[in-house]
């Protein structure tokens, strides 16, 4: 159980081009969707956390035209990358938490490794 | 600051010989959880073990380990018995509250030497 899904894996769009990334949660509701951007051999760092039916919280320095994040269901977050950039190269990973379920685990997805040439 | 301080970049360890992977962090949250992700080069989050703030004993799954020293804000990773197939960044990650984000720290790369 816990399978978060993440489409798709690998992406490459030109400069100034729009991507979408979906997350899903298959076997559980996912109350709380996290999305993580990770640079090569650098860690994970949080870029917004949305709840299901609601605005998305983007952290410090993280631009929400940018990177839009809808979470319009209880199994499906979706981000966007508008307007992307070379800059924007990078893992995109996002987790999914069920409070029902548990309080400590996050579920990640395998993440989609976004090149904008 | 830093919440979580890996401060071992990279480690190397022999095959079936036992490594401790450091990990500090602050927090003047009383409630707080603290976790260890195992990171393949294939990039998927791989989660390893979960130690709460109140428990009063260190957490194992398996052949890891964690070892839990309040006093000092430590949760170092012990993995028993390394194997190949544990070579992979490390990340140690901390919940403070309940339901909250997750702070990652920089990770540790492991090797393991056959």
């Known amino acids: 159980g816990a399978v978060v899904s993440q489409h798709p894996s690998w992406v490459i769009c030109k400069s100034g081009t729009s991507v979408k990334i979906e997350c899903r949660s298959l076997?559980?509701?996912?109350?709380?969707m996290f999305w993580y951007r990770q640079f090569p051999k650098q860690s994970l760092m949080l870029m917004a956390t949305?709840?299901?039916?609601?605005?998305?919280?983007?952290e410090q320095g993280v631009e929400k035209d940018k990177f839009l994040i809808n979470h319009a269901s209880l199994t499906l977050s979706t981000l966007t990358v508008t307007s992307a950039h070379p800059e924007d190269s990078s893992f995109y990973i996002c987790s999914a938490r069920d409070l029902a379920y548990s309080y400590n685990e996050q579920f990640f997805g395998p993440g989609t490794r976004l090149t904008v040439l | 600051a830093q919440k979580i301080t890996q401060t071992q970049p990279g480690m190397f360890v022999q095959e079936k010989e036992a490594v401790t992977l450091d990990c500090t962090y602050d927090t003047s949250d009383q409630s707080y959880g603290l976790f260890w992700y195992k990171q393949p080069s294939s990039g998927e989050m791989i989660f390893l073990i979960y130690q709460g703030s109140y428990d009063e004993q260190n957490a194992t799954e398996g052949r890891y380990s964690l070892n839990f020293q309040k006093a000092r804000k430590s949760a170092n990773l012990v993995i028993s018995a390394s194997q190949l197939g544990d070579s992979a960044m490390y990340f140690c990650a901390m919940r403070e509250g309940y339901g909250n984000k997750l702070v990652f720290g920089a990770g540790t790369i492991l090797r393991v030497k056959s």
């Open positions: 076997d559980f509701q996912a109350t709380t």
């Open positions: 949305s709840n299901e039916g609601s605005k998305a919280t983007y």
